[in-house]
């Protein structure tokens, strides 16, 4: 089956969280594709939230013809910990709104971006979506997962009783230019690729990274990503959540040596097993998305790591003029 022919210029697409990391090459992919209009609701204009602002943006965009909701309070396993309570709240009054309203305004379609944390914290590997409901998130990832995971059954049952078209996209890990480096939310590589840059600069002989580096990611390079989220607004009309993935698992213990060999850090990376692991392992099986709508990662997570790295070297100055270190 061949996936191509949308016509993209059709649409008025509104891509909340379209400034963040992935929103912002989520809008450069739908550009290229000559879309015919990418609206971006900033924080500072429409706090999604909250529902007049959100009735607002649907009134100042009467024509829209497809929400990509993005917008999202995220963070790295720090900030899970710390913010529960804001990242439960933040994420389900986002998506519970926009959706309820896209619905009642007859927006043809609605495409929700999830993630691998509202996967259960022992899903057999490969996670497969039909293994979604086999148990509870692991904890510090829970609140967010599960908050984001509702849209899954809001849109399946928007689906049934209203034949309403919403779909459900879980992109795992994602990693690339324009990562968050902030030490106080950064996911895992920004903030090893960070931390192992100051210890070299320091010219320290070891340096601590937190858990014991067993655990198993996958990750996804935000360009794939961000075609992964445009085929499937374009091609994919079903309720059933689909996984975007690469296929690639790699340990935190290896991602670290690929880390430091990449930044130049010689020294020794001590793991301080105080600190939680997070869920064990995680790998998704990306199948249905290829049979789907045709999505297969193309960025090698090797290349994808020096480009990031890369990026990082050019971009460092004005990434911490932008953010508070601590
Ligand atoms: N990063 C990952 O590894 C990853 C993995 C899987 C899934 N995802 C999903 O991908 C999406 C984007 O993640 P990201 O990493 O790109 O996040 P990000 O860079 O932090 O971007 C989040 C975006 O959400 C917007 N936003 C937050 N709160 C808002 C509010 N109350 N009202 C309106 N807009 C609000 C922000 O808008 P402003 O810029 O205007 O403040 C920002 O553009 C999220 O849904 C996340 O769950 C991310």
Same mark, same amino acid.
């Given at each position: 089956?061949?996936?191509?022919?949308?016509?993209?210029?059709?649409?008025?697409?509104?891509?909340?969280?379209?400034?963040?990391?992935?929103?912002?090459?989520?809008?450069?992919?739908?550009?290229?594709?000559?879309?015919?209009?990418?609206?971006?609701?900033?924080?500072?204009?429409?706090?999604?939230?909250?529902?007049?602002?959100?009735?607002?943006?649907?009134?100042?965009?009467?024509?829209?013809?497809?929400?990509?909701?993005?917008?999202?309070?995220?963070?790295?396993?720090?900030?899970?910990?710390?913010?529960?309570?804001?990242?439960?709240?933040?994420?389900?009054?986002?998506?519970?709104?926009?959706?309820?309203?896209?619905?009642?305004?007859?927006?043809?379609?609605?495409?929700?971006?999830?993630?691998?944390?509202?996967?259960?914290?022992?899903?057999?590997?490969?996670?497969?979506?039909?293994?979604?409901?086999?148990?509870?998130?692991?904890?510090?990832?829970?609140?967010?997962?599960?908050?984001?995971?509702?849209?899954?059954?809001?849109?399946?049952?928007?689906?049934?009783?209203?034949?309403?078209?919403?779909?459900?996209?879980?992109?795992?890990?994602?990693?690339?230019?324009?990562?968050?480096?902030?030490?106080?939310?950064?996911?895992?590589? =920004?903030?090893?690729?960070?931390?192992?840059?100051?210890?070299?600069? *320091?010219?320290?002989? /070891? @340096? !601590?990274?937190?858990?014991? +580096?067993?655990?198993?990611?996958?990750?996804?390079?935000?360009?794939?990503?961000?075609?992964?989220?445009?085929?499937?607004?374009?091609?994919?009309?079903?309720?059933? =959540?689909?996984?975007?993935?690469?296929?690639?698992?790699?340990?935190? *213990?290896?991602?670290? /040596? @690929? !880390?430091?060999?990449?930044? +130049?850090?010689?020294?020794?990376?001590?793991?301080?097993?105080?600190?939680?692991?997070?869920?064990?392992?995680?790998?998704?099986?990306?199948?249905?998305?290829?049979?789907?709508?045709?999505?297969?990662?193309?960025?090698?997570?090797?290349?994808?790591?020096?480009?990031?790295?890369?990026?990082?070297?050019?971009?460092?100055?004005?990434?911490?003029?932008?953010?508070?270190?601590?």
């Amino acid at each position: 089956m061949t996936f191509s022919g949308f016509d993209w210029s059709q649409q008025q697409v509104i891509v909340t969280g379209g400034s963040g990391f992935l929103g912002s090459h989520l809008v450069h992919y739908l550009r290229q594709q000559g879309t015919g209009e990418v609206i971006i609701p900033r924080r500072s204009q429409y706090d999604l939230r909250q529902e007049h602002q959100v009735l607002r943006l649907y009134d100042d965009f009467p024509n829209t013809t497809m929400v990509i909701h993005l917008a999202a309070t995220v963070g790295g396993i720090g900030f899970n910990r710390e913010y529960p309570g804001t990242l439960f709240y933040d994420n389900i009054m986002m998506g519970t709104l926009l959706l309820e309203y896209a619905r009642q305004r007859a927006i043809p379609k609605f495409v929700s971006v999830g993630t691998i944390c509202e996967y259960p914290k022992f899903t057999p590997v490969p996670f497969k979506e039909a293994d979604l409901w086999l148990g509870y998130p692991e904890e510090t990832n829970a609140p967010y997962g599960l908050a984001k995971k509702m849209m899954i059954v809001q849109g399946q049952a928007y689906r049934q009783q209203y034949g309403y078209n919403a779909i459900h996209v879980l992109p795992t890990n994602l990693y690339g230019p324009g990562d968050n480096f902030n030490p106080k939310s950064a996911h895992v590589i =920004p903030d090893m690729i960070r931390k192992m840059t100051q210890a070299l600069e *320091r010219g320290d002989s /070891e @340096m !601590v990274l937190f858990g014991d +580096g067993t655990p198993t990611r996958e990750f996804l390079y935000v360009k794939d990503a961000a075609e992964g989220i445009g085929l499937a607004a374009a091609y994919y009309n079903e309720s059933d =959540p689909v996984n975007l993935g690469c296929g690639e698992e790699i340990s935190i *213990r290896d991602l670290a /040596e @690929m !880390v430091a060999d990449r930044v +130049g850090f010689r020294g020794t990376i001590r793991w301080d097993t105080s600190k939680p692991n997070g869920q064990p392992r995680r790998q998704v099986d990306a199948a249905l998305a290829e049979r789907k709508f045709g999505f297969r990662a193309r960025t090698s997570f090797a290349d994808g790591l020096s480009e990031l790295v890369n990026w990082y070297r050019e971009h460092r100055h004005d990434i911490e003029a932008s953010v508070v270190f601590s």
